[in-house]
């Protein structure tokens, strides 16, 4: 199906931008690292906006209800990505992203109440299994073999995840009734205001900022802009293919994102320990596995 392969890009442009966050946190943005790459994220979003008004340049010829609406999607993609720094700073990306598979069913409701959607009963059998393949990895095991699910990642997880679905389906409102880019164009419009608001009233963020900008410009600015520009492409093909098929399908697909990330951790783990290090004893490995074919047989049903 065309728009399974335009929604699966997403998630696999996504994977690569969760390491890359992780790398910044960790590596460049040690002290106040959420409040400084939230700014730095926010602010390139003046990239994005110039190229997008040349596509279209009616972008700004949207009536007073469009605009909130929109306005409202970028301040829930700020809260997203807030919430979601919080937890990485403290956990692996392979770890924090797979509780991004409650956004399917959040979605689902989501899109049932406020768009209508429905989904046949063989897509919502093939949603439980991929849902189930992906739940197997949302726990960690200690060295005593005991499952331990982390309550502040959950907690900090759960909202991202409601405000991710409450986000997607408000933009595919706002998306059919404005049209494609000028959603995109609104949507990081907001973004870059909440970043200079950020940067102008709250100080300890901006001081990070400045610190970390003065300490290694060149390299933040370089790895933070590739990061953007990845984001931006799997931000885009995930909006796009929200127009070809039903919010909760297309938030089915992020069901996948878990196994990039691995699989990204794991290259990087073998050929660039210095650069990324992911858990893969044995019993991990043995977990993700499993959880690969199980997603398997969920995605073979959903194209059926």
Known sequence: MSWFLIAIIGPILYSATNHIDKVLLEKHFKNGGVGTLILVSALLSIVALPILYLVDPDVLSIGLRPMLVLIIVGILNASVLWLYLQALEQEEASVVVVFYQLVPLIGLVLGFLILGETISKLQF??????ILGTTIISFEIDNENNFKLKKRTVALMLGASTFW??????????????????????EHLVLLVIGLLIFIFVKKYRDNFLLAMNTNSSKILQLNGLNEVVYMLGNFATSFAYLLAPVALILLTQSFQPIFVFAIGIFLTVFFPKVSV??????????????????????YLLLM
């Not at 679905?165 to 609104?186: G, H, M």
């Not at 959880?291 to 047989?297: E, H, L, R």
């Open 125 to 130: 059998i093939a949603m439980s299994i991929i």
């Open 165 to 186: 679905a409450l986000e997607s389906v408000i933009f595919k409102y706002a998306a059919l009734e404005v049209n494609l880019w000028r959603s995109l164009f609104w």
């Open 278 to 299: 992911e858990n893969i004893h044995t019993k991990n490995l043995w977990q993700k596995v499993f959880s690969i074919i199980i997603t398997g047989i969920g995605t």
